[in-house]
């Protein structure tokens, strides 16, 4: 008796942590409908992810790519500009839809000079739902024409991700910390704020649609009827962007020092304490894994890591991103496939990642300029395309690659590229030639001890960038040649049997 009673214990709490998509007729019914891909923000794709960092195409987006994409009807791709500087007045305020081979299908220009840089979300009549710095709330009938526009009292900022409720009522908050509710038609429902506001915060919706969850600017987690008043409080330290929501109803949420885990009354059902976690929204893998961005307690600098957690808390394992060659940061919400790979890029850095789900490096691949940022999550498609939209830094114009599609196929077409193969490579530098830095990018289809080096023209070693064992995959390293002279160099890349040799011109 008591070994059948531990049986159905065990198996319950199995069956509790299991994850499932949670039904919402109201949202768009495609492989990637919003950011964050539902209203529960659990950022998991029904679908397998790209296993290699294979490039099939890209598109050249000049004025760079902030949110999005997300995924529409018939595979559609939506997102809008990045490019914003008033004090020049070069600004770019338009809106995109390229289908899913890269080709380019409608574009819409808001007319006000401010970009849309807030989330993107689908309906299910296929209306496209999204915010620009200009203050608008934007809903666009999917052929690219105007539905309606609703003015709010402030700039919607890049940050802020737009939800939906089963009535169809669009949330959506603003620089002043007002969220916003909007009904199908484009009329207000209500607005409302509490205590310092939830700037840079985005709504998120419980499994049964009847509670809103969202961080304060501050501090605090505030749960609100669908009327916009307050249910309850959740004291806490400063929050860090949005909460995400299981199955059971359970919050999960960064504050600072802890990641928290909360029922539905409020209640604490565990937190696990970190030095301080990053600016990335949790995801949740169909196994009910908890994975979030958090710095590292430690080594010493504190670089950041992904973190692993059970259901219930425990501590899983760590992946330390510590690529002493570069600089990453990481403020993207999180995503993750249907087997618990999670996928990000660096927001101030120069990779994308894919993680397995048991804390390995699947891939990392460099991102094609080392200026090159990912502000938002990307798209998995159910034939496990990986869409990814980048920018350059800001007052950059005529980007290029800025829309990136990745999948596994051992076919591509002439004017397609493809960044992994089954041999040793070394990249052309870019930018070449350079003053006074560059990035070097090879590939390993094997981990090997590999040295990097750098030669003048008669052959003597000016610089050793990498004397150390390297994991398969994609690789770059900026080489800062401030102590050099003007002239021609050459670097050589060494890994098990293979040479390469490249030349770069330094030009002060």
Known sequence: MNKFLLFLIFTSLIYSQ??????????????????KHDPQFTGRSPYKGPQTPTVIWTRDLEDGIFSGPVIGNESKLYFGTY??????QAQSDYFYCYDSTGEFIW???????????SGILIDSSNTIYFGSLDKYIYALNPDGTLKWEFETSASIVELAIPNIDLKGNIYITNSLGRLYSIKPDGSLNWDTTYESGFFNKSPVFSPDGNTIYIAGRDSNLFALNLDGSLKWKF?????????????????????????????????????????NVGYSIPTIDINGN?????YDTVCCPYYQALV?????????????????????????????????????????????YAISSDGTLKWKLPLEFNSQQVDNTSAISRDGTLYIGVHNVSLVTNQKKTLIAIKD??????DEIKTISNDYSLSQNYPNP???????MFTLPVSSQVTLKVYDVLGREVASLIDSYKEAGSHSIKFDASNLTSGIYFYQLKAGEYIGTKKLILQK
């Open 409 to 414: 196929t051992s076919t591509v077409s002439v």
């Open 434 to 440: 350079f003053n006074p830095s560059t990035t070097i």
């Open 290 to 294: 908890i994975y979030v961005i958090v």
């Open 235 to 275: 004291s806490c330290e400063k929050t860090h962007r949005s909460p995400i929501i299981d199955n059971q109803g359970n919050v999960y949420f960064s504050a600072e020092g802890y990641l928290y885990s909360i029922n539905l009354d409020s209640e604490i059902r565990w937190k696990y304490p970190t030095f």
């Open 83 to 88: 490019f914003d500087y008033p004090i020049i």
């Open 107 to 117: 574009e819409y220009k808001l007319g006000r000079n401010r970009p849309p840089q």
């Open 308 to 352: 692993s957690l059970n259901y219930n808390g425990d501590f899983r394992w760590k992946y330390l991103l510590d690529d002493e060659e570069e600089d990453d940061d990481f403020w993207q919400p999180l995503i993750c496939d249907s087997e618990g790979t999670v996928y990000f890029g660096s927001t101030f850095g120069y990779n994308y």
């Open 18 to 35: 299991q994850q499932t998509a949670i039904p919402w007729p109201t949202l768009a019914n495609t492989d990637w409908p919003m950011i």
